[in-house]
């Protein structure tokens, strides 16, 4: 009986992913095998020859090897967009064996569990199975990082915890699912302690919040902030704006909810004042004591950096150094205060009927609520989610974001940190040609149809002023032990360039970003025209600068290459 119910799935549900807000919701595994490729000495853009030497030294490489196609999570409950464990029992018991013998922990084979969860009223009750595996057994390893994760064990005396099997993608809901389902002992809160409120006004210089850090480089530099005043300096408001005024129904078209996530609820809709343009509203809540989806509210300590990074990245389209349009567009941040609008929670239930939400409904906020609304241009649908003419149109939009990630070294020290293919966004456009600027120097890339935007800036690390904003992960052993995608090597990698030290600047991640993409290119996209001699050309292009990319140092070296 626990065999079968193994497999058992109930109210199975897409997912949604349809813009940068957006948990992602394609679950197709990469599966990566290299051949060889000719030529893999130039690349072109803009139909100039570009000349990429290799350089010297071994390129790290992590295979992935092949995998099956079958969609494990595919339901309401998929890891991808998580789910809230408010009111819902669990039990976890371990796969009977063939011969009916309960697996032994001692052995290193990999061992099934049974989730079996249960929601006390209302919804049916879902099943849903995940499968940990043991960090000895990850498939997915070179022998190079085994070696260094049994070097850091020996060193730290420390067993390493057993493996999470993720799937592509957004990952922090199926991670934050996955550590709550490991305390079914500990029973629901509603209220947080107090200890976590803070004064308004506390040193700058290494202040921790959840990993997220701001810490100045010159160390005699001591200078107190008080963080309320400084998200209503870039919010450019005196005081909180009343919500359901802000956002009234007048002044919002064709709104709908598009998404949601653990932080907050998503929105799309059309400004009465400027109906041509298109707006997605992310909603956070922030600085109460109530949990939200499971989760504690972020505080102005924690949102500040955040509106930060969006800021810098944003305002580069307009920089007269360095400049792109590559990163997402930010129109606005508002702070605002009360309960939220009737027409947003219309919309909210409209959505929770179609696809059921798993977040709370925002009808619990009270009149004390505090909210950031970010409101953002809306710029397509992601990677995973995108079909692409053929390899040529998609060899150029990774130069795009080469050539983005570029201009953002220069200008700031940027490293993206969690460059996976939910957080690249890709829409249409009648533009031949996209322009970036250097230190002046102006370059551009063909466009072959569409434009990228780089989005999510929740790992990033930028150095703003005196000032380097950075989300440290020194302590954060779950995401460095997840598998199931070259994408959760690249985070290992990140740790092994940067010595877990978070705080440096390492262009290097940028370099295994583009990796990552590439591979995702090679044989993770869908194409429309998969046949065609374009197609085929372009392939084995992106094949050989697959097999050279990290041997550059930085998104810039590599840039400059095609010079």
């Known amino acids: 009986e626990l065999r079968e119910l193994n497999i058992i799935k109930k109210n199975v549900r897409a997912s949604f992913n349809i813009d940068s807000s957006v948990e992602n919701s394609n679950a197709d595994l990469l599966s990566v095998s290299e051949t060889s490729a000719h030529n893999p000495n130039f690349l072109d853009v803009g139909g100039e020859r570009l000349n990429l030497k290799r350089k010297n030294g071994n390129s790290i490489s992590t295979?992935?090897?092949k995998r099956v196609s079958t969609n494990l999570f595919h339901c309401a409950l998929s890891p991808i967009t998580s789910m809230k464990l408010d009111g819902l029992q669990a039990q976890i018991v371990p796969k009977v064996s063939d011969n009916g013998k309960k697996p032994d922990n001692g052995r290193k084979h990999m061992v099934k569990w049974i989730i079996l969860i249960g929601k006390t009223e209302g919804r049916a009750v879902k099943h849903v199975c995940f499968e940990i595996s043991s960090m000895e057994n990850s498939d997915i390893k070179t022998d190079d990082y085994l070696n260094k994760d049994k070097s850091r064990q020996e060193a730290t005396g420390k067993r390493s915890r057993s493996s999470l099997v993720l799937q592509p993608g957004k990952w922090r809901k199926s991670?934050?699912?996955?550590?709550?389902?490991?305390?079914?002992?500990?029973?629901?809160k509603v209220k947080v302690s107090s200890p976590r409120k803070r004064s308004t006004a506390e040193p700058l210089a290494t202040t921790r919040i959840s990993g997220r850090k701001s810490t100045y480089l010159n160390e005699?530099?001591?200078i107190v902030i008080s963080y309320e005043k400084e998200v209503l300096k870039y919010c450019e408001q005196r005081r909180p704006l009343r919500f359901d005024t802000a956002y009234a129904a007048v002044k919002m078209l064709d709104t709908c909810k598009i998404g949601e996530g653990v932080y907050g609820e998503v929105f799309k809709y059309m400004p009465k004042s400027n109906p041509s343009t298109t707006v997605v509203l992310k909603v956070i809540p922030i600085e109460g004591d109530e949990m939200v989806n499971g989760e504690v509210q972020k505080t102005y300590e924690q949102i500040l950096p955040e509106i930060i990074i969006s800021q810098e990245m944003s305002n580069l389209r307009v920089n007269p150094k360095n400049s792109t349009n590559g990163y997402v567009n930010i129109y606005n941040v508002a702070?605002?205060?009360g309960k939220y609008p009737q027409h947003l929670l219309k919309l909210w239930e409209d959505y929770d009927d179609k696809k059921e939400s798993e977040n709370d409904h925002p009808k619990m906020f009270a009149e004390s609520q505090l909210f950031i609304v970010l409101e953002l241009n809306f710029a397509?649908?992601?990677m995973s989610a995108f079909t692409f003419l053929n390899a040529e149109q998609s060899y150029h939009a990774l130069q795009q974001v080469i050539l983005t990630l570029a201009v953002g070294e220069e200008a700031f020290q940027f490293e993206h940190?969690?460059?996976h293919w939910g957080n690249i966004l890709i829409e249409a456009t009648d533009e031949k040609s996209i322009y970036y600027k250097f230190n002046g120097k102006e370059m551009s890339v063909a466009t072959k149809g569409i434009r990228i935007t780089i989005i999510d800036y929740t790992l990033s690390r930028v150095t703003v002023g005196d000032c380097c904003h950075y989300n440290d992960?020194?302590?954060?052993e779950e995401l460095f032990t997840a598998s199931g995608d070259y994408q959760y090597d690249i985070y290992r990698m990140m740790r092994d360039e940067l010595n877990n030290d978070w705080s440096a600047y390492a262009p290097k991640t940028n370099v295994m970003w583009i990796s990552y993409v590439a591979a995702k290119l090679i044989e993770?996209?869908?194409y429309k025209n998969p046949n065609s001699r374009t197609h085929r050309t372009y392939l084995s292009k992106l094949k050989a600068f697959k097999k050279i990319a990290l041997t550059f140092n930085s998104a810039f070296e590599c840039a400059n290459s095609f010079n």
């Open 63 to 65: 295979p992935c090897v």
């Open 335 to 337: 702070l605002v205060k």
């Open 417 to 419: 940190r969690d460059l």
């Open 473 to 476: 992960l020194s302590t954060d």
């Open 175 to 188: 991670l934050h699912t996955w550590r709550r389902t490991l305390q079914t002992d500990a029973a629901p």
């Open 220 to 222: 005699s530099i001591n």
């Open 524 to 526: 993770g996209v869908n």
């Open 380 to 382: 397509g649908n992601d």
